[in-house]
Structure formats: C-alpha cells, structure tokens
C-alpha cells in the first residue's frame, strides 16, 4: 500500500472515531460469527470418533440442539455486526457529504471554472457511495472473515501443526498474486472514474442544450459522442472485471492443491501415527471452512482498489481552498451598511490560467460617489463584466486595489461585502423552489419571507399579472431553472430578487436583455425608482436603456478609453459617438 492509499485510509479512519462505540460493538458481533464459525469443525470430532461407537447415544439429543442454537447465534451476531456497522458508516457518509457540499458552497470562482457540473455531482453524490463500500461492505468481511481465518488456523495447529504448515504456506503465494493485481487495478479504475465523469458531462450537455441539439438535428451527433465514451468506459469495466476476476479462481487452484497435499499427507500419517477418523474429518471440514474467508479476503482488493481511488478524489476536493478562511475574519473588518462609494486604484486583472492570454483589464482607476449611476459600455470583451465581477469578489485583482467607503475591499469580511450588492446577471439563475422562495433568495425558510415584500418586489418587476394568473400565487413552483416561465419572466424574476433584497450597492448586467418593448418600459420604470439613492452600476449593449445614468464609461480592451455624460461623451465624437451612431442606424 503506497503513501497516498495509506493517508486516504487514515482519514477515514479519524472521521470513524466519533462512532467508535457502535465499531466495538459491531467487532464484538463478528468474533461471536468467527466463533460460530470455528465451532463446526469442532464439533465434527466428537462426533465422528464416538458417535459411530454408540459412546453418545445418550447424549444425541444434544448434537441438534447445539446445531440449531449455534445457527441461531450465528445469525442474531451477523445481523448485529452489520447493523451496528451500517449506523457507523451512514453517519460517516452524511458526514462527508456535508463537508464536500460545504467545500464546494465555499469554493472560489476559479474552482467552478476548471472542474464541471458533472465531476461534481459524481464526487458528491456517487463516488462518496464507494467510500461507503471500503467503510462498510469490506471493513466487515475483513474483521469477520479475518477473525474466522485465525480461529480456524488456530483449531488446524491443535489438531495437526504439520498440516497446517502446509495450508499455511498458500498465504504468501495468494498475497503475491494480489500484489501483481493491485497495480492494475488502480489504473484501470483511475480511468473509469475520469470516463465516468466525462460521460456524465456528456448527459449534461446534451440536456441542458436539447433545444440547440433538436435545432441543428445533431442527434446522431450527440449519440456518436455518448457511445464513443460509453463504449471506452465498457471495455475498461471489462478489463477491470478480468483483471479482478482472476482473484477467486487464483485463490481455488491454489487451494485445491493445498487440498491434495494435505489428503495426501494425512494418509501418511493415518498408517504411521494412527490419526483418527474425526480428527481428519474435522481437520478437512476446518481447512474447507477457512478456504472461503480466505477468498473473501482476496475479494476485497478490487473494491479495495476502487474505494482508495474514490477517496482519494473526495479528500481532494475536500482539499480545495476557501474563499475566506475563517482565520482572516479576526483581522478583517465587519461592514453592516455601506453608503456605496467604490474606488478602482490603477486596477489589473488576467485569467492566469489561460497561457498567452492579455489582460482583461489594466490600469483601471475609477471614483464611484454613493447613490451614483454608473454604466459601463464598449465592444464585447472589453472588460465590463470582468470589471464588476471584481467587487463581489468573485475574482482578486492582479494588480490595485479597489475600496468599499475608503476600505480596501479585500480587508472587509467576505459575507459583509457580497450582502451590500444586489446582482442581476444576463444569465438568469433561477432554483427549483417557490416564486416567493425565489425572490427572498437565501433566507433559509418560508418563515422568514417577508410575503408582502415578495409581492411588492414581483409587481415592481412587473409581474403582477402574472402572479393573479397562478393559482397557487407566489407559492407556484417555478421548475428547472424557472422552466415554468417565459425568458422575459425569468429576468424580471431576477430583477425582483434584486429589489427584495434592497442592498445599497445594485449591479445590473444587462439586466433587461430578455424583455419586450412594453415589459423593458415598465421594468425600466421600476429600476429607475429601485436605482434612486443607491451606487448602480450597469452593462449594457443598448445603449438607449443608459443615456440617463450619471455617467458612461467606455471599456476597450481592458482599458477605460472614455468617460462621462452621455452628452459629453457624444460630444466628444469618439468610441462611444460611433458605438451610438451604428445603433441608432440600425434601428
């Protein structure tokens, strides 16, 4: 076992402590099934030797009797065991469950751009199920088969040491024949966990853009994609089938010629050392009886391997780092209302992480007053979103600073900043959950909805008709992803969940993309008296929707290149003036 299986498994091991009453417990369970175990062959000798003499004909009445109650025991212990340990590594899977969930609600934005939707849901939801196998499953044939091997092996050694030498010996050709395995077995099931993964991405893809992939008839496509991988994960499952596969029928050759040598010796010793007719049979019954634990244990290393692999990607997502480390919060300061003044200080930022790429933004310096509209405009990719993606801290700049009310924003707790803004992004996000769950976002129950606030935020949004056309109101479920409504509800949705949340800082990226004229007025409307009083800032590609703001700033490749009034922008016949110009021309 290399260094990595060996940290894995004593990280689970810690996370079992806490539950070390009902392991000992379940321990104690399986030496009674080892016991029970160990006590056939015992009883073979008795039995064989004076049984057939008429010695225990008195007693014959006993020989069922202890049977039956040995079945019994054997059962009530067996069930115990596994009762016992099941309760162990239930609490120990939930427990996992809960800090892989926490770790990815805490993650930073760079974690979610590198790993897929899928390889998260398949560590979290799937792969922890293989830990689960490794605790449970095979932590109980380990213990239980183990302590029937030394119970076994040890009544053998009383009955006849020269035989059991001989049984003994397949232990070190059955440990060598596992070892060879191991390593393939890690490969192989390395492979399939990655093809899993990729697979499952596929699924997601192809669900999440049914409506491109119906569109452009790229059904066979998508297919041809799905098999590919699908046929991959197939052979290296089969490879994994064979290369474990070969445990068993190892482990049978190897002892049905342990069997013949000792068959073989035992009758040398019958005519030489007058061994018994019990005491063969029971030594036979004893060694037959060891052979399936011992196979039991050589079982284990395929799922072994698999449940190592697993947990070594769950401890390494687990690894991942946080946004904020709780140890920073005692050196950082708390914000509870900010009066929403914003400085860009000669602010750089780049995807590092995509080699030759330039910088989204440079030498960015901007002062943003409280209560100030702010709309940030110019070609695409020119740096708008990646701009206002900074002040949440979704990103740290590479370079500069930026300030929240004179406060460097990276001193101020993480949480107090992300509660000043309210966000509404192009790309609507909306749960699975209630319109009124929806609009009072993050609140944690429906006893903490304000329902008159919810309400007075979804006719601000305009969706007042709505809400009078569902029979079950702001209590309706919306579906995937607000599925159930129409793209322009879906933003307005958004826009209601900004207003609720009545923060001082609002961010609106393209806001009102989705909107038809009618419903873009009314919504403008309500934005406009929703802006008054709080720091906005704005991307937009309509430029009509922003000519009233306080001011424009003009983005181009990451720098700022003009800044001002509409008027004064126009006036200055620049980028802005011919952005304007092209618009206007085309409508």
Same mark, same amino acid.
């Given at each position: 076992m290399n260094a990595l299986d060996r940290t894995a498994l004593n990280r689970l091991t810690a996370y079992l402590k806490p539950h070390i009453g009902l392991i000992i417990g379940s321990l104690i369970a399986m030496a009674f099934v080892a016991g029970a175990e160990t006590s056939i062959p015992a009883l073979m000798k008795p039995l064989l030797d004076k049984g057939f003499t008429g010695e225990l004909n008195s007693k014959l009445w006993q020989v069922p009797v202890f049977l039956v109650g040995l079945a019994v025991v054997r059962s009530l212990a067996q069930f115990l065991s596994n009762y016992l340990l099941t309760r162990a590594i239930n609490s120990v899977l939930l427990k996992l469950r809960q800090e892989m969930f926490q770790t990815l609600l805490q993650a930073s934005t760079e974690f979610f751009q590198k790993n897929s939707a899928s390889n998260l849901i398949n560590a979290v939801v799937f792969e922890v199920n293989n830990v689960l196998t490794i605790m449970g499953g095979m932590l109980i044939s380990l213990v239980r088969d183990s302590l029937t091997v030394v119970?076994? *092996?040890?009544?053998?050694? @009383?009955?006849?040491?020269?035989?059991?030498?001989?049984?003994?010996?397949?232990?070190? *050709?059955?440990?060598?024949?596992?070892?060879?395995?191991?390593k393939r077995l890690r490969s192989l099931n390395r492979e399939q966990q990655s093809l899993t993964s990729e697979l499952a @991405?596929?699924? #997601? #893809?192809? !669900? !999440?853009?049914y409506k491109i992939v119906k569109v452009h008839g790229a059904e066979d496509y998508e297919m041809g994609r799905f098999m590919e991988k699908a046929e991959r994960l197939r052979q290296f499952a089969l490879k994994s089938a064979v290369a474990g596969g070969l445990n068993q029928p190892i482990t049978q050759l190897i002892a049905? %010629? &342990?069997?013949?040598?000792?068959?073989?010796? !035992?009758?040398?010793?019958s005519a030489?050392?007058?061994?018994?007719?019990?005491?063969?049979? +029971?030594?036979?019954? +004893?060694m037959m009886l060891v052979i399936s634990p011992i196979k039991h244990l050589a079982d284990v290393n395929q799922p072994l391997q698999r449940g190592l692999t697993a947990a070594e990607m769950i401890f390494a997502l687990m690894d991942q780092p946080v946004e904020e480390a709780e140890s920073r919060k005692t050196n950082m300061q708390a914000l509870d209302k900010a009066q929403g003044a914003i400085r860009f200080e000669d602010v750089g930022f780049s995807y590092q992480q995509e080699v030759g790429r330039k910088d989204a933004l440079s030498g960015v310096n901007l002062n943003i007053k409280p209560g100030e509209i702010v709309a940030f405009v110019g070609p695409s990719g020119g740096g708008k979103s990646t701009l206002v993606n900074l002040l949440p801290r979704f990103f740290k700049p590479t370079s500069g600073h930026i300030y929240l009310d004179d406060i460097p924003l990276e001193n101020i707790v993480l949480a107090d900043v992300r509660r000043q803004i309210a966000f509404v992004s192009q790309d609507v996000v909306l749960f699975n959950d209630t319109i009124a769950a929806n609009v009072a976002y993050g609140l944690g129950n429906d006893e903490k909805i304000? =329902?008159? =606030?919810?309400?007075a935020a979804l006719e601000a949004a305009n969706l007042a008709v709505l809400m009078a056309e569902l029979p079950e109101g702001i209590d309706t479920l919306v579906g995937d992803n607000g599925n159930r409504l129409s793209g322009g509800? /879906?933003? =307005?949705? &958004?826009?209601?969940r900004a207003i609720y949340k009545n923060a001082p800082i609002l961010i609106l990226d393209e806001a009102t993309s989705a909107l038809d004229s009618e419903s873009e007025r009314q919504v403008q409307d309500a934005l406009e008296h929703l %802006? &008054?009083? /709080?720091?906005?800032?704005?991307? +937009? $590609? /309509?430029?009509?929707?922003? #000519?009233? &703001?306080? /001011?424009?700033?003009?983005?181009?490749?990451? $720098?700022?290149?003009e800044n001002g009034s509409h008027d004064e922008l126009i006036a200055q016949d620049g980028l802005y003036a011919n952005l304007h110009r092209i618009q206007f021309a085309n409508a």
């Open positions: 119970g076994l *092996i040890g009544y053998l050694i @009383y009955l006849n040491w020269q035989l059991t030498l001989v049984v003994l010996g397949i232990f070190p *050709i059955i440990a060598f024949v596992m070892g060879k395995i191991n @991405y596929i699924v #997601e #893809e192809t !669900a !999440a853009g049905s %010629m &342990a069997l013949s040598i000792v068959l073989v010796i !035992a009758l040398m010793q030489s050392q007058g061994t018994t007719v019990g005491g063969f049979a +029971a030594f036979v019954t +004893a304000d =329902r008159a =606030r919810v309400k509800q /879906r933003q =307005r949705m &958004a826009i209601a %802006m &008054a009083g /709080r720091t906005t800032l704005v991307i +937009a $590609h /309509r430029l009509s929707t922003i #000519e009233n &703001a306080d /001011r424009i700033v003009v983005l181009d490749h990451g $720098h700022v290149v």
